[in-house]
Structure formats: C-alpha cells, structure tokens
C-alpha cells in the first residue's frame, strides 16, 4: 500500500515505524527537519520537509496515488483541512487525527465523509476508556471485553502466592479447562506459550476464558485480597483525564488534582457528575494528597502530560497503600523501565491510535484491534466469511503462523473457548493474539 502520513510527532512516526516493517511504500511529511532527521535515516521511507498542508508538498508525494492518508499533526484544523485536499487530490483513503470528542459521534459521520476525511480518531478518547476499564478492576493490568463481554481477556501479574506457577501449561489449561493463557509477558519478552511452558513469579499472564470463571482466574492468580474499585485519585485535569471521567460509572467516585485554574473551571462545567471533585493543587504535593485522603482511595490515576512526574506519582501512591496505580506514559522509551518497577496499568496513547489506524489496512473483516503496551501484542477480532481458509479445516490442521495464537471465539453472541479440533463456522468472530505484527500474516487466514 501507498501511505502518506502527515505530521512526524509522536503518533506520526511511531505509525510510520511500524508500517515500514512490512514494507509498504510510506511517505512522512512534516515541516520540521528535526522530527524527520532520525526516523528517515533508520526506516525504509521517504521524508519530506515543508508543510503538508500546502497543495504543493502534497503533489510532490503524489498524494493521488495514495491508498491511504493519515493526518496526526498536533493541530487538527491542520489535520482536517490536509484530508480534504488529499481526498480532492485523488487519495483513495483519509484519516484525521482530532482533539473534539464531538467529531467522533456517529451522526456526524456522513457529513465528514462528503468533505473528504473517511474516519476520525481521537486518541483521548480511547485512552480514557481503557483507562477505566482498567481502573475498575484492581487485581489485573488489562481488563478486555470482546463483543459486549462474551469473551474477556485478563492480563494478571503472578506473584508466589499464586498456586499455578511451577506447573505445566498442558496440566492448567486442558481440552475441558474454563480458560487458556494465551500469551506470558515474561521481564522484556512476550511468549506465545505451549504445553511444557511454565508460569513464573512475576510474569504478566493474559488468560481467554468468559465472565462466569473471572472468580476462578482470580482465585488461581492469589488476587482474592484486592479490594473493589469504588474512589479514584487522579493526577492531572487534561483531555484524557475529562474523557476517562465520561466513563466514570455511577458506583465510582473521583478527586481530581489540577494546577491550572481553567481547566478545574472547565471541568467543573463539563463533568457534572454527581461523583466528581476537582481540586485546584499540585498532585505532587504529598500533603496536599494525604490531606485529601489519597490513602483511602481505592486506585490512583496519574494522567498528566509528564511521564516521569506520572511514573514517580504512581510509585508514591503505592508507598501510600494504594493498591491499583494507572500511568499515563507518552514517551515509548519509557514504557520498559515503567514496567520494570511494576507501577501498575500502563496506558499509552500512541498505541491506541496506532492500532485503530491500522485496522483500517486491513482487508479481512477485523472488527476491533487493541495493542497492548506492556506486551507489545495486538489483540484482533477477526469475522469469519464464507469459504474462506479458516473454515475449511480445524484449527490443528490450519498451520498458523508460530507468533499467534487464537483464544476465542464468540458464535450467535455465546462466548468459547478454541481448541485444536474447533471448526470455524461463517459469521463467527475469532480473537487472536499477535505478536511482531504478524496481524497482518494472519489476515490471508480470514480472507
């Protein structure tokens, strides 16, 4: 595929980093020459310094050969009127990165479409929803619902009070079992487990299984003693922070810590949940939070724009006795060492953004995929068609590729398990775990 992407900041060239890989013909235009000196040097792509705005640069790329044009500048007028122009110009698809949760509603689909921008992504909003999703569960690091919560995928941390550690996957997770563990988050490597693997203290394990055996998988990892979320503490008042709270359930209740005095204003105006405090400080004042009762809170969510100040915030939250931390850590650097000093949840939004956009390339039926931070995974759900590879032979049979493994599948909105004798049927929707982008490699499956 052709893909001209506009915008070399963070989103921008992490997108174009990793669709380089696979070798599609990728063109990143930004009007800094220092944003494009590195990643041009490093990745097979070419790089175009001037504004990508200008109808100019965008014929110098030959935007009207592209099948794909992203725009993820940090200004989204500037993103919106770039897709325009592409669209006018003859490019095939557009995308446009935007900061007003108002674009995103369905309504306002079709009339984007008329103007040239094909799809929308507000990455905020997608952080805060996971954000909550995995805030509201204290014992795991990732908390995924597939089709409306027939299938759930858990991402637990093991320690030595867990009793399936030292044993036998093949002893664990039999034909009968009520789960499978389908990917070990292993210090810095993820594992496409087998049956002679075993769970060690410390591994992030992501188990498949359905919400009647949650109980279970808790019991088996030793998180019984984790209590249920119902405060949060949260650091910093931005855009991500004001799109989790628009999840907030009823049954929760949130502080809010912001240093800038419009922001706690404009909060105040646009949250008006009944739950919600927003406090005018320093969340990294200690006094200010123990004063506030930071010790009683339930999970603390550092969400500002600062990934050490999150990072540090988070480590003294559970020096507090806060036993659920959430980090928001833009910078991808930072993500290993965040993790290495076990924090908790780590959200970040490039990723999200980047997987959403890339579900786009895809030309079997993918319905949703999620990257995972900490593993360095992608969680996809793929629809089966009518003749296509999958249907033709069980899954024993199918010679998948050796970096996925699929978990699930959810038939006629009834969530099981996948085994080695499974047959696809049409209209099913598979979950498959994927590591080193081999999304892509699994699609020839499900065509």
């Not at 770039?82 to 990165?97: E, H, I, P, Q, Y």
């Not at 299984?209 to 019984?224: A, D, F, N, S």
């Not at 006795?321 to 993790?339: F, P, S, W």
Request: negative net charge; aromatic residues 6%; contains cysteine.
């Amino acid at each position: 595929m052709k893909i001209i992407i506009a915008g070399a900041g963070a989103v921008g060239t992490h997108l174009a980093k990793l669709l380089s890989r696979e070798r599609h013909d990728i063109t990143l235009i930004d009007a800094n020459p220092e944003r494009l000196e590195s990643i041009g040097a490093n990745f097979e792509l070419l790089t175009i310094c001037a504004p990508p705005s200008s109808i100019a640069t965008l014929k110098q790329a030959d935007v009207g050969d592209a099948d794909l044009f992203i725009a993820v500048t940090p200004d989204e007028a500037h993103n919106m009127t770039c897709c325009m122009l592409a669209s006018k110009l003859g490019a095939t698809r557009t995308v446009a990165r935007v900061d007003n949760y108002e674009y995103t509603r369905e309504e306002h689909r079709d009339f984007f479409r008329t103007v040239g921008i094909d799809s929308v992504i507000y990455p905020e909003m997608l952080a805060g929803e996971e954000i909550i999703h995995n805030a509201r569960h204290s014992w795991v690091r990732q908390w995924l619902e597939i089709q409306n919560g027939a299938l759930l995928m858990l991402g637990v941390k093991v320690r030595r009070t867990a009793t399936i550690l030292d044993t036998p996957l093949r002893e664990l997770c039999g034909p009968d079992a009520p789960y499978h563990v389908v990917a070990i988050k292993r210090r810095q490597e993820t594992l496409i487990p087998h049956g002679n693997d075993v769970l060690e203290d410390g591994d992030v394990v992501y188990f498949m299984t359905t919400r009647e055996y949650v109980p279970l998988i808790r019991e088996l990892t030793g998180k019984q003693d984790y209590p249920e979320v119902r405060s949060l503490f949260i650091m910093g008042g931005g855009s991500t922070t004001e799109q989790a709270l628009w999840n907030l359930p009823e049954n929760m209740t949130a502080k809010v810590v912001e240093r800038d005095v419009q922001r706690c204003e404009h909060l105040n105006e646009a949250i008006r949940h009944r739950h919600v405090l927003v406090l005018h400080g320093d969340g990294r004042d200690m006094d200010l939070l123990v004063d506030e009762g930071i010790n009683h809170a339930d999970a603390f969510l550092a969400l500002t724009d600062n990934a050490e100040a999150n990072i540090l915030a988070c480590l003294t939250a559970k020096r507090l006795g806060v036993r659920k931390t959430v980090a928001l850590v833009e910078n991808l650097d930072y993500i290993a060492m965040a993790e290495s000093l076990d924090i908790g949840s780590i959200i970040n939004k490039k990723t999200f953004a980047a997987s959403h956009i890339y579900q786009m390339m895809l030309k079997a039926d993918v319905t949703t995929m999620k990257t995972l931070t900490v593993a360095n995974a992608d969680v996809a759900e793929f629809v089966v068609k009518a003749g296509s590879r999958v249907t033709q032979h069980p899954v024993k049979d199918l010679s998948l590729p050796p970096t996925v493994t699929l978990g699930g599948l959810v038939r006629n909105g009834k969530g099981m398990l996948i085994g080695g004798m499974t047959t696809f049927q049409p209209g099913d929707t598979v979950v498959a775990f994927c590591l080193e982008n081999s999304v892509k490699r699994l699609e020839k499956y499900f065509k």
